[in-house]
């Protein structure tokens, strides 16, 4: 399965978030997979997207991030595939 992932950062913001991740990589176990990221203009939130099979692994990578992000972790499913859900071509 795809999740978007919506990194909030806290109040420290990106810096020392870019900083653990320099030092220390995304830390995600195996399993959870990072597709891509992108990072707003203002520096606020990241958008990751992710994929893993297992929704539980997510409680470890968050739980060595949590200090400095607050998450939304949300279920996502390609646009494409909607369409044939309802049946039109592609």
Known sequence: MLFMVIEHFK??????VYKRFAEQGR???EGLTYVGSWIEADLN?????MECDDASLFQEWVSKWSDLVDFE??????SADTVRVFGFAT
Do not use: D, K, S, Y
Not at 11 to 16: K, S
Not at 45 to 49: A, E, K
Not at 73 to 78: G, N, S
């Open 11 to 16: 109040e420290t913001g990106a810096e020392p």
């Open 27 to 29: 830390m995600n176990p």
């Open 45 to 49: 939130r990241c958008f990751q997207l």
């Open 73 to 78: 972790i949300v279920p996502v499913a390609p």
